[in-house]
């Protein structure tokens, strides 16, 4: 999972995306496993942050069900625990060894920061308790910006190779992961079903895309540093663009569900 205060996980940026995030999940996702589901449930809310995937999923599913919010940062816990009725768990991911009388394990934006044998690890949890999942907002790289410039391209490249990087002898799996995991529910014996969920960025979102835009440029310069001398006018003509109402981007996510075969 991310570093305790790190930008992703930061509690401005959580609330600045949780509109765009509600906008590009799968609704008809949510839709399928609450058909498939008998309450009482008993969901698993993983990398839960500030409860935005609870706030989104919960009126969704059949009543009654009981929530256990799982993260390693207290300060998000308490603000997530103040909007979803639910059990606050505090640890790292690592530390789940077991999924027994779970109904529903989900997560948004959480997959792309695990390495492979972690993803693996949790989809044969989930397999073994007969747990459904549904992981959601997982990123799929490529981002895409009209007007198009040259530069685009490699900041791209540069910012998918960034998400793959290596963290503490961790190799993240990035851009790979919603493929990955699929892959690994698949092989237990799981349905699986993948539905494309892009954000959608552009003067609806200005202040979302503005610090998107800075993040997304800044990770690309720290994985490939020659790009930074020209990602200051860069910025400059795409946040002007921003102002304009001329800028659209589409940034790609998946959403995963897995249901017990």
Do not use: K, N
Request: hydrophobic fraction near 45%.
């Amino acid at each position: 999972m991310s570093t305790p205060g790190s930008p992703v996980c930061e509690p401005d940026w959580l609330a600045l995306r949780e509109p765009a995030d509600a906008g590009a999940r799968a609704a008809d996702l949510a839709s399928l496993v609450a058909a498939r589901l008998e309450p009482p449930l008993v969901v698993r809310d993983l990398g839960c942050g500030s409860g935005s995937m609870g706030r989104w999923l919960a009126p969704r599913l059949p009543r009654p069900h009981r929530w256990y919010l799982h993260d390693r940062d207290p300060r998000l816990l308490a603000i997530a625990a103040g909007s979803v009725p639910g059990e606050p768990v505090e640890g790292e991911l690592a530390e789940l060894t077991d999924l027994a009388g779970t109904s529903l394990v989900t997560c948004s934006a959480l997959l792309d920061l695990l390495t492979g044998e972690e993803v693996h690890r949790l989809a044969g949890l989930c397999v073994d308790a007969g747990a459904a999942a549904l992981f959601t907002l997982s990123v799929t790289g490529g981002a895409r910006l009209d007007p198009a410039e040259p530069l685009d391209a490699d900041l791209a490249a540069a910012f998918d190779a960034h998400q793959r990087r290596v963290v503490d002898g961790r190799r993240l799996l990035g851009p790979d992961a919603g493929a990955v995991a699929a892959e690994a529910f698949r092989a237990l014996g799981a349905e699986v079903t993948v539905r494309p969920s892009p954000w959608r960025l552009g003067p609806a979102h200005p202040e979302l895309t503005e610090e998107w835009l800075r993040g997304w440029i800044a990770a690309a310069c720290a994985q490939e540093p020659a790009l930074a001398r020209e990602a200051g006018p860069y910025l400059r003509r795409r946040l002007a663009g921003l102002r304009s109402g001329e800028l659209r981007g589409e940034v790609g996510h998946v959403d995963l569900l897995a249901l017990p075969a």
